[in-house]
């Protein structure tokens, strides 16, 4: 009797235990929503767009969408959204390389010389491990590696291995650490002539079509066109989703290939963590090799990095593997911290300076239930291209009086109004605003010449011919040589 006794009082602590714990899991999980929603709600009405996911202990915190994906339609952002991913492809990479050590088709310690030809004597032992860990000498980048402003850097794959090997190294192989695109496109040309089968055939055959994942890649997916993310870069540019520029390229170049660009769904990166966690694509062996901190990435050895993904272990005292990407319109980070099995995914299409860190802070408040966000700021480009819709160039004084007192750090230094102005004459329009940002820019900063050859550009775009004459010569006298030809364009004209 007693015996039974005490296995119902067992069973009974367990279960109302399990189940206290269940609604504190819950009454938890509540809070921390509220919390990363109101953060991000209150942030979307200061130009935030995007989307967050957050899984804890096996349970969806929050998997949500702010903002508009396209402005002019009032589409909003979800998590079936598509997204670039920028750099979060070198991970698919690293784990396309991973799966081909398994099926001993290659091995880490390779070397160049066993898939190129008449390769350079600098660059012949270079190992697939070293360039895995960016400790290859490659540099970061061969010419254009990422659209500009909706455009897509054109060459040919000849070309681009011919470009790259030709190049000085930075450091001897194995050397040290130097972020390398072009060390992870070329893992891609490896797994393409290792596979016989192209770069993300093979990728979708072995990692996105086992993990379910139906919206992740460049071509190969049906795209739901309808979910396609426009670009707003500092949230006042807009541009085309990548993915529509590959379809008009009718193809993907090596300039992105294997390094970044893909485009991904908040839905979709959660059943890629799933998969890593599970080792449905992955054995425990390799996934430990993918998350091995191999080479320190700075002097105080705070990161390292291990194979598409930057290991740390300072952060709560907890390892925590993580990674972010950009082409500078579209940003999104990956946080992961597997002993506490907290997963983080962001995406945003109207990068800023202001919204970058945004993983981190939700981070922050998964972690620490006392942490209390500072509020997202409307980015500076945003504020002032909101205020000189709204007000005549002669009221340039006032805005900088507003800039002065709400953007003390941006405005401190040259390079905003700068480049806000040459913004403006991109656009072709507001070309007399364009023009007062110049003219303060050189009052304040008078030894620039770069300074003075943009109000040249300011005069000119105004048609002020003979101010516009004088402003290149001033950044001429300053050494800025690019001034002397428009200087001489303007004169013979």
Do not use: C
Not at 10 to 30: H, P
Not at 272 to 300: C, G, H, Q, R, V
């Amino acid at each position: 009797m007693n015996k039974i006794l005490l296995a119902f009082s067992a069973i009974a602590i367990s279960l109302f235990g399990a189940f206290t714990s269940n609604a504190q899991t819950q009454t938890s999980s509540k809070d921390i929503f509220t919390k990363i929603d109101n953060y991000l709600t209150a942030g979307s009405k200061n130009g935030f767009s995007g989307a967050i996911s957050v899984i804890k202990n096996g349970e969806t915190i929050i998997n949500k969408g702010y903002g508009f994906a396209k402005k002019d339609a009032k589409t909003l952002n979800n998590p079936n959204t598509i997204f670039d991913i920028g750099s979060n492809t070198k991970q698919f990479t690293a784990i396309a390389i991973l799966k081909l050590v398994e099926l001993g088709k290659l091995n880490l310690t390779d070397s160049l010389h066993t898939y190129f030809n008449k390769l350079p004597i600098d660059k012949q032992n270079i190992t697939i491990h070293q360039l895995l860990t960016h400790t290859a000498g490659f540099e970061e980048s061969v010419g254009n590696d990422y659209s500009s402003f909706g455009k897509l850097s054109k060459i040919t794959q000849k070309d681009f291995f011919e470009k790259l090997f030709a190049s000085t190294l930075l450091s001897k192989p194995g050397e040290k650490y130097s972020y390398s695109n072009v060390g992870y496109s070329l893992l891609g040309r490896i797994i393409e002539l290792v596979a016989e089968q192209s770069y993300e055939a093979f990728l979708n055959n072995f990692l996105f079509t086992p993990a379910g994942m139906m919206q992740t890649g460049y071509l190969l997916p049906k795209w739901n066109t309808k979910q396609l993310a426009l670009g707003y870069n500092r949230n006042i540019i807009k541009t085309e989703s990548t993915v529509t520029l590959y379809q008009e390229a009718g193809d993907v170049n090596w300039h992105l290939k294997g390094n970044g660009g893909m485009n991904s769904t908040q839905n979709d990166m959660l059943l890629w963590y799933k998969a890593l966690k599970t080792n449905t694509i992955l054995s425990k062996e390799s996934f430990k090799k993918l998350t091995t901190s191999y080479i320190p990435m700075n002097a105080k050895k705070t990161h390292g990095y291990s194979y598409g993904w930057i290991v740390n272990s300072s952060v709560s005292n907890t390892l925590r593997i993580s990674h972010s990407g950009s082409n500078g319109t579209y940003y999104h980070t990956l946080i992961w911290f597997p002993k506490k099995d907290i997963y983080i995914v962001y995406a945003t299409n109207a990068n800023s300076s202001k919204v970058e860190s945004i993983a981190y802070v939700v981070a922050k408040i998964v972690l620490d239930e006392n942490y209390s966000p500072t509020p997202i700021k409307n980015n500076v480009y945003s504020f002032a291209m909101k205020y000189i819709k709204q007000h005549s160039a002669n009221t340039s004084n006032d805005l900088f009086i507003l800039l002065q007192e709400k953007y003390t750090e941006e405005f401190s230094n040259s390079r905003f109004l700068n480049t806000f102005g040459n913004l403006l004459l991109r656009f072709n329009e507001n070309l007399d605003w364009a023009l007062e940002l110049f003219k303060y820019n050189v009052q304040h900063h008078p030894k620039d010449g770069n300074l003075w050859d943009s109000l040249g550009d300011g005069y000119r775009a105004n048609k002020q011919k003979e101010d516009a004459i004088k402003s290149y010569q001033k950044a001429v006298e300053l050494g800025n040589k690019e001034s002397q030809e428009k200087l001489n364009e303007l004169i013979k004209n």
